[in-house]
């Protein structure tokens, strides 16, 4: 037997929300916009940092056939593409945006890490932060004066990151590089821990692990407790920095940043 629904049938009427009790629809997050390389592969990672009620929305900057050298730095930092990515998020409406690049942050220095930010502002951003302009604030938090550096990089990029420092007033007192040029995702934590371990010295008072591609959300407080010292990474800061202007917290248990009480 065919039930015919005629207009006049409740059925066919759409019915409030309080038809539903205790439904409601969902709160709005706050989002946070990334931009990141082509080669990104640790979405996730940030994800562990970012807390309930925050989402993060994903973008990446156009694909350069190169292999991970300072020439594919400059142009994945390139200031067009990054505001560019900016605008292919701003419908979304992110509160804040994160350049997450280490590399392409630094690559042409301290200028072009502001460059960097004025694009984005440029482009639509409310906010914005840099992986690198968010270890330079994260030094000033631990007051760590002296750093020691451990990169994937090569020599050439290890030593633009020294000279990144050194422009911004810190120094760099020890380093140690990994000479990949590729697949630094695949990097395991024994082979981490262990560059660490290379680059630490006795009179760094904090150890700077570059690369956003670089996996060590769970290294970072056993390798701390280890050191006695702040272990600052890629991630870790960019997410950091991006929360601390929304006046959030990033969650990472026993990482001594995300312990520290904000500077006045």
Known sequence: MTTSLTPEDPRTVPQ?????????????????????????????????????????????????????????????GDEVAVGHCV?????VMPAVYAYACTSGSFAKGVLGEHGLIEAMTDAGAPLSVTTSGALLMAVEQLSA???????????????????????????????????????IWKVDYERTAQLVNDADRDDADAVIVSCTNLPTYDLIAPLEQRLSKPVITANQVTMWAALRVLGQQPIGPGQRLLEQEPSL
């Open 16 to 76: 409030p929300a309080s038809s539903l009790p205790g439904v409601i629809g969902p709160a709005q997050p706050t989002r946070v916009g990334v931009i990141v390389p082509h080669d990104m592969a640790l979405d996730g990672e940030l994800w562990r940092w970012t807390p309930s009620g925050t989402v993060l929305c994903f973008t990446r900057v156009p694909y350069v056939p190169l292999p991970v050298t300072l020439e594919s730095a400059v142009l994945v």
């Open 87 to 91: 605008q292919d998020l701003i419908t």
């Open 145 to 183: 004066g002296r750093v020691s550096i451990a990169t994937p990089y090569d020599q050439v990029i290890t030593d633009r990151l020294s000279e990144f420092l050194d422009e911004a007033g810190v120094s760099v007192v020890g380093s140690a590089c990994l000479n990949l040029h590729s697949d």
